[in-house]
């Protein structure tokens, strides 16, 4: 059944299109320019697949006749390595490096050891590198269960009793079951088989269908495999405690989870009806019972995320780690950690090829798909631990002009000559930038490069800081005299300059402005102040623009609203220009589906998705590839959306007129909704969606619980209005633009708000 999702062959066809053809009985096909990443892949515990990653979010793996085949298919696909995210080269040689050699060359580790990428992400990053593919469901990716207690009514996430240990495999939490799977390995009989723990693995495709039986395509491959009947009810997954319940008692389930159960609430829910039986106790199996603690599906995976990012869990992650990717997933040591698995799980255990006997081949292939694959082991000394959190560096503050509660909130103010409102911040403060900055566009199109001076800027580390060739101690304007910087072409006068007017590169040096009469949005050099290209493309004036980068390929994404009711994709590419889809420059993508002028847009390239707002409603979500998915449906008088901000992880605030919020998720389920006094103008999402910001006519930054709006903080107010804001790289400084034509820097450390840090405050 899972075999579909491999494709068992492809020609390379090497034409001026550069497009890849196939043999028959595969359909579609990928552009060589399309292409993001490549890696080397496993299947059936043989090193004979590869794994594709393209623009639009996809992958495709393809299993070859051997590993030779592989090694000349790489070469000749384009020279992309395994994408831009991991510190590694993008060169052929490097798709086919063992996963050691990617582990032991990879800046992640290090990365996650200083907290600059959450306990999710460094995870996802080992599953991915050790061989874990969504597209083999031998092989799906391995997460932790992290939590103990899904009985209580309440969940003191600062209760270590309430967290597993993560020293120990699943099947060892449980002292009698351990005793049970130590004896069976101490006398074991079986000549022909080498001895271990388990039979079972903790991760198998049964599991992984186990785990996801209510949702598409997961529901049909599980159909497909089991005689298109459901499993017997009382084995379906129909309990969060009794799932924990039975991989701590019964000897034959050691399950660990998949990413799933940390992002996607609807694994929990029966939205498709389907029949999946009667338990012995006369209840009927449908939607997963929660714990008491999770009220709704997106409690219960907002709360488990909580856990794996939690202080308990980021000291001992480390440890797990050994157990599944590490020094004790085989060997001496994996035997005292009780941590043997059947030998037809382990890579190098059999070479399909030696075995001639077709029958005996075949029954090998079935037992190792039975079985599970352990990941590649990706080292063989223990992972070192992670940081602590109490031992995060803080910027300095200096304020300039308050007392008291200011002097804890506020780094600093810094007033331009002009007066004109500040429409739109860029704190690109990215540790890779030569010069970092922030830049600031007015109401009357002044814009300036403002650079730090004679402190560490946001994102830099001090030892980064030595090395820079500036000094830096507070922002420096640089928007006077001869570096002054305005656009004076023509725009059309019924445009209203808002910050959605305005896109700002990842590396400041180029402007993107939009709202011109000629209906183009045009590209300026911020250095300079030239114009460097003019795009055309839609019917009708240019109302607002986005701009996201892709963290897995590298692309940078540009969207272009306009009032003729569309929204067009395009790339900005390395060569910082626009470019669209072929030599005319037309989109990569025409998003349609608005009838009114669009006003608000967002673009998140790493979920490959666009939001957007027309005048009166609804917002719309688009793939950026051009496909509706849905609508996104407030109260029935929240219909003129005006801000729009998406957080990576999929989390969608849209605030609409009247100060109005809704927070969706980006599958369309309403999460929470508020209604302030305040004209909000700007809104912002932490980087991984737990709290909001905003800003409005009132002069005050507040934050919100993104979840459920709960009020966490009010800073104290400005003299002006806040027209404009932008977060830093590290999250620790907040950029706002003023009414009065001025910027202030507040320290916006998130931990002050954390449940694990509030009696540290």
Request: hydrophobic residues 35%; contains cysteine.
């Amino acid at each position: 059944m899972w075999d579909s999702l491999i494709y068992s062959w492809i020609t390379i066809e090497l034409t001026c299109t550069s497009v890849l053809a196939y043999t028959e009985g595969l359909h579609g096909k990928w552009m060589f320019s399309e292409i993001r990443a490549v890696f080397s892949r496993r299947y059936l515990l043989q090193n004979t697949a590869m794994e594709v990653f393209m623009a639009n979010r996809t992958s495709v793996m393809f299993n070859f006749p051997d590993q030779a085949t592989v090694k000349k298919v790489v070469y000749s696909l384009p020279r992309v390595g395994v994408g831009t995210s991991y510190g590694l080269p993008q060169a052929r040689r490097i798709s086919l490096a063992t996963p050691r050699q990617l582990f032991k060359s990879s800046n992640m580790t290090q990365r996650w050891q200083r907290r600059e990428i959450s306990n999710f992400e460094y995870l996802m990053f080992l599953n991915t590198i050790a061989g874990r593919t969504y597209n083999d469901l031998n092989q799906y990716p391995v997460f932790p269960w992290v939590l103990t207690n899904y009985d209580s009514e309440e969940l003191d996430l600062t209760l270590p009793g309430n967290f597993r240990d993560l020293s120990k495999p699943v099947g060892a939490l449980n002292p009698k079951r351990a005793a049970f799977y130590a004896e069976r390995y101490e006398t074991w009989e079986d000549d022909q088989t080498p001895p271990c723990h388990y039979n079972s693995h903790y991760s198998t495709a049964a599991s992984t269908l186990h785990w996801l039986v209510r949702i598409e395509p997961f529901t049909t491959f599980l159909l497909s495999a089991n005689n298109n009947k459901f499993d017997h009810p009382d084995r379906t997954f129909s309990a969060i405690a009794r799932s924990w319940r039975n991989c701590q008692r019964d000897t034959s389930d050691v399950k660990e989870l998949i990413p799933e159960f940390y992002y996607l609430p609807e694994m929990f829910v029966n939205s498709n009806g389907y029949h999946l039986g009667m338990r012995e106790d006369r209840t009927m199996v449908c939607d997963v019972d929660l714990p008491a603690w999770a009220k709704k599906p997106e409690d219960l995976v907002r709360i488990n995320r909580m856990a794996l990012e939690s202080e308990f869990v980021s000291c001992q992650l480390h440890q797990w780690i050994d157990l599944i990717f590490g020094y004790k997933q085989r060997g001496p040591e994996a035997v005292r950690a009780l941590n043997v698995f059947h030998y037809l799980t382990y890579e190098g255990s059999v070479k399909l090829d030696s075995i001639t006997d077709p029958p005996l081949r075949e029954a090998t292939e079935a037992q190792i798909q039975s079985f599970g694959q352990t990941p590649s082991q990706l080292l063989i000394e223990p992972h070192p631990p992670r940081s602590s959190a109490m031992h995060l560096c803080f910027l300095p503050q200096s304020p300039l002009m308050f007392k008291d509660q200011m002097q804890q909130d506020v780094i600093m103010v810094l007033k331009f000559p002009s007066n004109s409102p500040v429409t739109h911040v860029a704190a690109n403060t990215l540790p890779h930038l030569t010069i970092p900055a922030v830049v600031t566009v007015t109401c009357s199109r002044v814009f300036a490069v403002n650079r730090w001076h004679n402190t560490v800027a946001p994102g830099y580390s001090l030892e980064q800081a030595h090395h820079l060739p500036i000094e830096m101690d507070s922002l420096v304007a640089n928007n006077t005299g001869s570096n002054k910087r305005q656009i004076t072409d023509l725009v059309d006068q019924s445009i209203q300059i808002t910050t959605h007017c305005f896109v700002v590169t990842a590396d400041n040096r180029y402007i993107l402005v939009c709202g011109f009469w000629d209906k183009s949005f045009r590209v300026y050099s911020s250095e300079t102040g030239k114009l460097t290209q003019i795009v055309f493309g839609h019917w009708d004036v240019v109302t607002c623009l986005a701009r996201s980068e892709s963290y897995i390929g590298g692309d940078c994404y540009i969207v272009s609203g306009s009032r003729d009711a569309t929204l067009l994709l395009w790339y900005w590419s390395g060569r910082h220009h626009i470019i669209g889809d072929n030599p005319n420059n037309t989109p990569r993508a025409v998003l349609t589906g608005h009838d009114q002028e669009v006003v608000c847009v967002s673009v998140c390239a790493e979920l490959g998705l666009v939001i957007s707002g027309a005048k009166e409603g609804p917002c719309l979500v688009h793939t950026i590839t051009g496909d509706l998915l849905r609508a996104l449906e407030g109260p029935e008088h929240y219909r003129c959306p005006r801000l729009i901000s998406v957080s990576s992880e999929g989390h969608c605030i849209i605030k609409y007129e009247r100060g109005c919020f809704c927070n969706f998720s980006i599958n369309g389920k309403l999460l929470a909704q508020m209604e302030v006094n305040d004209s909000t103008r700007a809104i912002l999402l932490s980087s991984d969606g737990h709290n909001l910001v905003t800003g409005g006519d009132n002069g005050v930054v507040e934050v919100w619980q993104a979840c459920d709006f709960k009020q966490l903080y009010v800073y104290p107010g400005c003299d002006a209005g806040i027209r404009a804001m932008d977060l830093s790289h590290d999250q620790r400084t907040l950029i706002t633009g003023m009414a009065s034509g001025s910027i202030v820097a507040f320290n916006i450390d998130f931990n002050r708000w954390h449940y694990e840090h509030q009696n540290r405050y």
